[in-house]
């Protein structure tokens, strides 16, 4: 599939940092994480999460951009980035 296929995921993962992206599903609710290096997702929207501060945070993410927040939990109520939310993990 060339670099956009599968094979190009995991050298741009490592070229950011990042060793590895778990699919966040907060359908059933709000989702508790380990804490993250960051947020990713496919499609414009807001997320609202709990920071490693513990804090309530609601920001705006835009696809195919990585962010580098510490995230704890990602809540249901309030997040409307629909589908593709993903846990950014460097280990």
């Known amino acids: 599939m060339g670099r956009y296929g599968p ?3 995991p ?3 490592v070229a950011s940092g990042v060793r590895r992206q778990v699919a966040v599903d ?3 609710g709000n989702v508790a994480l380990a804490k993250t290096n960051g947020l990713a997702c496919n499609v414009e929207g807001t997320v609202v999460f709990l ?3 513990g804090n309530t945070v609601t920001r705006f993410m835009e696809p195919g951009r990585d962010y580098p927040w510490e995230v704890t939990q990602v809540n249901n109520s309030g997040t409307t980035a629909s589908m593709g939310i993903y846990a950014l993990y460097s280990q």
């Open 51 to 53: 920071d490693a501060a």
């Open 26 to 28: 907060y359908s059933g």
């Open 11 to 13: 050298v741009m993962l």
């Open 7 to 9: 094979e190009a995921t």
